[in-house]
């Protein structure tokens, strides 16, 4: 089964149910820049997208990672902690809650490094996974295009402050979830920041 991986704010905002919606640059986009004059045509066959260049005329396939209908497990930030009674029993500790979760190894095979360090999502294993996710839909498209809508289904909060008079106001206006998602999708992809507007494939899901 594949992995998504998620900071351990985003695990929080699934698990709360206000994210249902990931944004991602996968392999095949990132030749997709748009000053390359792309433009996205639709969905080919196999799940495929299919990208025309209008200044050399030539088509380009690209497969989303996630297809519609498969399920895939979150990845999270973790640690190994050792069980004080018995050298053989441990436990993963998830970053995104501090939840403890024991285990026993039976084989005493144990090969997991014990040494509390946080641990990158990308090495959390299948067998330790807690949070499963269903892909129910997949499109391509560039991320500027969120709307307001969209933003707020991706889980971010956007910055509210008291006026002072009784009234609540977010400096980002009629577009406060979308400038939160801008400084989120900036924190995470370095490489393809949002004033680039790089193509991305657009995954919703429900939690399962």
């Not at 695990?11 to 996205?40: F, H, M, N, Q």
């Not at 497990?73 to 004080?84: C, G, L």
């Not at 509390?116 to 560039?142: C, D, H, M, N, T």
Request: with cysteine; net charge neutral.
């Amino acid at each position: 089964m594949k992995g998504i991986l998620f900071k351990p704010d985003m695990v929080r905002a699934i698990i709360e149910g206000r994210k249902t919606v990931t944004r991602r640059v996968e392999s095949g986009l990132t030749v997709l820049r748009p000053s390359y004059g792309w433009d996205c045509k639709g969905l080919a066959a196999n799940g495929e997208f299919w990208f025309f260049n209008k200044s050399i005329t030539c088509n380009h396939i690209a497969k989303p990672r996630y297809q519609v209908g498969e399920v895939v497990y979150i990845k999270e930030a973790h640690r190994y902690i050792q069980n004080d009674g018995d050298p053989y029993d441990f436990g993963i500790q998830y970053k995104s809650d501090s939840q403890v979760k024991w285990w026993r190894d039976n084989g005493n095979l144990m090969d997991y490094p014990i040494d509390e360090k946080w641990r990158s999502p990308l090495f959390l294993k299948e067998l330790f996974a807690r949070y499963f996710l269903k892909i129910v839909g997949v499109r391509a498209e560039r991320v500027q295009e969120i709307s307001e809508e969209d933003a707020r289904a991706e889980g971010v909060i956007p910055y509210i402050e008291d006026a002072g008079d009784g009234h609540l106001w977010s400096p980002g206006g009629a577009k406060a979830y979308r400038l939160e998602f801008k400084d989120l999708w900036d924190s995470i992809n370095k490489d393809y920041p949002f004033e680039s507007n790089p193509y991305v494939f657009r995954y919703g899901f429900n939690r399962i």
